[in-house]
C-alpha cells in the first residue's frame, strides 16, 4: 500500500525567513509526485510535478526536489500570502488513485 | 492553462431535495474527471472516477444511487446529490487529467460547499 507522509504538520516562520517542507514515500513505480497548495475553502492549486529522483522545478519562491525516498519543498524568503497547507500527492503503478499526505499547514507572519 | 472551474460555489439546501454540482475543465478537454469530498481538517477523499461517455467508477462505501455522476463530455462532469440529507454536507472539489501533457497530473477545482438544512 502506498503511503505519504508530511512533516512538519504545521510550521509558523516570520517573513523572509526559509525553511523546507519535507514529504516521504512508500511507494511502487512512481508515476509522479505533484506538489499543490491549498487555501481554506479553496480546491489545491497545482503547483509542481516531479518524475525521477534527481529532478527539481521551480517557481518564484518555491522549489522542489525529489529523491528516491523523499521530496522537499523549499520555500525561500517567504511572504505571508504564502500561508496555505501544502499537499504532497504521489501516483504510482499500484495504486489506482492518487495517495496524498495530510498536509503541512504553514504560516507565515509579517 | 489547466483551468478548472465549479458551479456553485456553495450551495444550501433543504433536506430531501436534490442538488447538482457541474465541473467543467475551461481550457483542455478532461478524458478523465474526479469527484472528492472533504471534511473540515481532512484530507480529500475520493468519491468516484468518471471517463467520457461511460459510466462512473464509485469508490468502496460511496452509494451511486445517491451521487449520481454524468460525464457527458470532454469539458463538462456533473455530481448530482439526491435526497439530501444534513449529513452530505460537505466540502466537494471535483479534478480533471487531461489528453495533452503529463497523463498523471490532476487540476483541481475550486470546491463546492455543500449545507444540507
Known amino acids: 500500500e502506498d503511503q505519504v507522509t508530511q512533516s512538519p504538520e504545521a510550521l509558523r516562520l516570520q517573513e523572509g525567513e526559509s525553511s523546507s517542507l519535507n514529504c516521504s514515500y512508500t511507494?511502487?513505480?512512481?508515476?509522479?509526485l505533484f506538489w499543490y497548495r491549498q487555501d481554506p475553502g479553496k480546491g489545491p492549486e497545482f503547483l509542481f510535478t516531479?518524475?525521477?529522483a534527481g529532478e527539481e522545478k521551480e517557481k518564484e519562491r518555491l522549489k522542489a526536489t525529489l529523491t528516491k525516498k523523499e521530496s522537499f519543498l523549499h520555500i525561500t524568503a517567504p511572504k505571508p500570502e504564502d500561508s496555505a497547507t501544502y499537499l504532497c500527492?504521489?501516483?504510482?503503478?499500484?495504486?489506482?488513485?492518487?495517495?496524498f499526505g495530510s498536509g503541512t499547514q504553514l504560516t507565515v507572519l509579517p | 492553462g489547466a483551468v478548472v472551474s465549479q458551479h456553485p460555489s456553495w450551495v444550501i439546501c433543504k433536506s430531501g431535495t436534490s442538488v447538482k454540482i457541474e465541473c467543467r475543465s475551461l481550457?483542455?478537454?478532461?478524458?478523465?474527471m474526479f469527484w472528492y469530498r472533504q471534511f473540515p481538517k481532512q484530507s480529500l477523499m475520493l468519491m468516484a472516477t468518471?471517463?467520457?461517455?461511460?459510466?462512473?467508477?464509485?469508490e468502496q462505501g460511496v452509494e451511486k444511487d445517491k451521487f449520481l455522476i454524468n460525464h457527458a463530455s470532454l469539458t463538462l462532469s456533473t455530481l448530482t446529490v439526491t435526497s439530501a440529507h444534513p449529513e452530505d454536507s460537505s466540502f466537494y472539489i471535483c479534478?480533471?487529467?487531461?489528453?495533452?501533457?503529463?497523463?498523471?497530473?490532476?487540476?483541481f477545482g475550486p470546491g463546492t460547499r455543500l449545507t444540507v438544512l
Open positions: 479534478s480533471a487529467r487531461g489528453t495533452s501533457g503529463s497523463q498523471y497530473e490532476q487540476f
Open positions: 511507494v511502487s513505480g512512481l508515476r509522479g
Open positions: 516531479l518524475y525521477s
Open positions: 500527492v504521489t501516483h504510482s503503478g499500484s495504486a489506482r488513485q492518487l495517495t
Open positions: 481550457d483542455f478537454q478532461a478524458t478523465t
Open positions: 468518471s471517463n467520457e461517455g461511460s459510466k462512473a467508477t464509485y
